[in-house]
């Protein structure tokens, strides 16, 4: 079959590329419905702009690209009212001072010999995915640009509209509450 053919025909790339695609946003779109729209909204923004496909890339890469965009518009969408997400007086880790809270200080994690077998590879994503889930919809955003699309954090900034001093407050938060739900879920 040409490739001008498969580029032509959408039940295709419905048989291709639908699990890919649903695994990739379920990853970070915590909202299992919510991923299955954006894959099947990318489905039709790319039949509707397939004229557009050059084939400078692979067929797949543009699909996926099509889907990271729907994915950022949907973070940028939800970043309304950050601010005063942000401005919270209480954290549960840290005092007025910004010092760890007792009873809440990081230990050290002892990692095992096993860790790349697949299973507990796979366990482990589950409890992370699980742990994630917890932030709040800002924190778990800026957390999928930076990690998991590898964004710079002007980039994500600029994304979102928050100011770098949002940023920096949001993954800082970001990793100390997932530092503490894997520590007291996997690694206790």
Same mark, same amino acid.
């Given at each position: 079959?040409?490739?001008?053919?498969?580029?032509?025909?959408? *039940? *295709? +790339?419905?048989?291709?590329?639908?699990?890919?695609?649903?695994?990739?946003?379920?990853?970070?779109?915590?909202?299992?419905?919510?991923?299955?729209?954006?894959?099947?909204?990318?489905?039709?923004?790319? +039949?509707?702009?397939?004229?557009?496909?050059?084939? !400078?890339? =692979?067929?797949?890469?543009? $699909?996926?690209?099509?889907?990271?965009?729907?994915? $950022?518009?949907?973070?940028?969408?939800?970043?309304?009212?950050?601010?005063?997400?942000?401005?919270?007086?209480? !954290?549960?880790?840290?005092?007025?001072?910004?010092?760890?809270?007792?009873?809440?200080?990081?230990?050290? +994690?002892?990692?095992?010999?096993?860790?790349?077998?697949?299973?507990?590879?796979?366990?482990?994503?589950?409890?992370?995915?699980?742990?994630?889930?917890?932030?709040?919809?800002?924190?778990?955003?800026?957390?999928?640009?930076?990690?998991?699309?590898?964004?710079?954090?002007?980039?994500?900034?600029?994304?979102? =509209?928050?100011? =770098?001093?949002?940023? +920096?407050?949001? $993954?800082?938060?970001?990793?100390?509450?997932?530092?503490?739900?894997?520590?007291?879920?996997?690694?206790?």
């Amino acid at each position: 079959m040409s490739d001008n053919h498969f580029v032509n025909d959408p *039940k *295709k +790339w419905v048989e291709e590329y639908s699990d890919m695609l649903y695994q990739f946003a379920l990853k970070r779109i915590a909202d299992k419905e919510y991923a299955k729209d954006l894959v099947q909204e990318t489905f039709i923004s790319a +039949w509707k702009n397939v004229h557009q496909f050059n084939a !400078s890339a =692979s067929f797949k890469t543009w $699909i996926v690209t099509i889907l990271k965009n729907k994915i $950022i518009d949907h973070y940028r969408k939800t970043a309304v009212n950050t601010q005063s997400t942000m401005v919270e007086a209480e !954290s549960v880790f840290f005092d007025e001072a910004d010092h760890w809270r007792e009873g809440y200080y990081p230990v050290e +994690w002892q990692v095992t010999a096993t860790a790349d077998n697949k299973l507990e590879s796979f366990e482990f994503m589950k409890v992370l995915q699980s742990c994630k889930s917890k932030l709040k919809e800002i924190q778990q955003q800026v957390f999928a640009l930076k990690y998991l699309e590898g964004m710079e954090s002007e980039e994500i900034c600029k994304a979102l =509209s928050i100011t =770098s001093a949002n940023y +920096w407050v949001i $993954i800082h938060r970001a990793k100390v509450q997932l530092r503490a739900c894997l520590e007291k879920k996997w690694f206790a």
